[in-house]
């Protein structure tokens, strides 16, 4: 049979046997003194409920009484405060100490040139505002908001189109935002006009007029009533502006018409057909107020209106919003080809307005020149197709 031995300190000078406690209750008792610490152990023992050899209720009872005592623990543990009473000395301290910490972000370091002589006296407050004087990020933020500008060309397949399509577009490049480019052609939409469109990096649609038409004053009525209906049909809201391509604008012209609330007109300096003097027609002005005409002397008794088709612009609104204006009819308002040449401003402007009361002039006084109507086309020439020349010159001289 198996023997088990407890191995024996190598220490002699122990005190104790193997096995025992160092801290043995014998070592503190003695007959004149005895020792009360196994008394109070037990009854802690007994109170947490180490007490062994008892029966299920007895461990129950322990228990509870050890849930009692930690829940009472834990209840004066939080009635106890935890945050330390600050005096008015310490408080102030810690006030400032608080305010000397750098929370603002600071501008940059600008170098800031100031005469001062021996008597001025430069403040702090007044050198911090010099040193954010002269700081500028260079943002700008507009916020207000622009009227949209709906730009209407009729346009067709000639020798200078391409020319006048790339002057007028680079025009309205320049123009701020909000604006559209409607751009009408005949019968079809040609691969040169649009691949001129998409190079400007204008805003445009690009439309096509059905109505065939061999008449050259026919042609451009039709194309502006198409736009006119491309407008009235998907609502579309802004200043609407005849510009045709062959015209010459300033930009000074498009930053005006965003002024106009209802209809607006200015004069405009035209080349005779003849090309040997200048004609002024357009509007005379007091101020804004429409007082008069500027015409000649074989028109001024057969037109209502002496206005160009490149001098007047209007809201678009009045197209498909007749309550707002109180129109009397609903009929639509468009260009008439049963006019004669000439007239197809003054009918036209007539079904827009009642009077010049209601008409506002652009640039006070009307006295400023913004475009001009040169009549420059270039007869007799082919239309190249694709702007490329398809045979060289009749005569070519060789390089020497």
Not at 221 to 248: C, P, S, W
Not at 391 to 400: E, G, R
């Amino acid at each position: 049979m198996a023997s088990i031995r407890r191995t024996l300190s190598p220490y002699n000078d122990r005190l104790y046997q193997n096995g025992g406690s160092p801290y043995s209750p014998k070592l503190f008792s003695s007959p004149r003194h005895p020792s009360q610490l196994p008394e109070f152990a037990a009854r802690v023992r007994r109170l947490l409920g180490y007490q062994p050899r008892k029966g299920q209720h007895g461990r129950r009872r322990a228990f509870f009484y050890r849930c009692l005592v930690f829940f009472f623990l834990g209840f004066l543990l939080g009635l106890a405060p935890f945050d330390h009473h600050v005096n008015d000395g310490d408080d102030e301290d810690i006030r400032g100490r608080r305010d000397n910490f750098p929370f603002e972000i600071k501008p940059p370091l600008v170098n800031v040139h100031q005469k001062t002589t021996q008597n001025d006296v430069v403040s702090a407050d007044e050198k911090r505002e010099a040193l954010v004087g002269e700081v500028s990020l260079g943002l700008r933020f507009d916020l207000v908001p622009r009227k949209q500008l709906i730009v209407v060309t009729a346009t067709y397949g000639r020798p200078l189109q391409a020319y006048f399509l790339n002057r007028l577009g680079h025009v309205l490049r320049l123009v701020p935002p909000p604006l559209l480019w409607i751009v009408v052609e005949v019968n079809a939409a040609s691969m040169e006009t649009a691949e001129i469109l998409r190079k400007t990096g204008v805003v445009y649609r690009h439309l096509v007029c059905a109505r065939n038409s061999t008449n050259v004053k026919d042609r451009g009525v039709h194309q502006r009533n198409t736009a006119l209906e491309h407008i009235e049909r998907h609502r579309l809201d802004g200043v609407v502006y005849f510009a045709d391509d062959d015209n010459i604008y300033s930009l000074e012209l498009f930053q005006s018409l965003r002024e106009i609330s209802r209809f607006g007109t200015w004069p405009v300096a035209m080349l005779a057909q003849s090309k040997n003097k200048a004609i002024l027609e357009g509007p005379v002005c007091n101020g804004s107020q429409v007082i008069g005409w500027h015409t000649n002397e074989k028109s001024k008794r057969l037109r209502r209106f002496h206005v160009d088709m490149s001098g007047f612009a209007f809201n678009s609104t009045i197209l498909w919003d007749p309550k707002r204006w109180r129109r009397l009819t609903s009929v639509p308002i468009r260009q008439l080809d049963i006019v004669k040449e000439g007239f197809q401003e003054t009918t036209f402007i007539e079904q827009v307005v009642e009077d010049e009361s209601q008409m506002e002039g652009i640039q006070p006084g009307c006295s400023r020149i913004m475009n001009w109507h040169l009549h420059l086309e270039a007869g007799h020439f082919v239309y190249p197709r694709g702007w490329l020349l398809q045979k060289n010159l009749d005569v070519v001289l060789p390089i020497k």
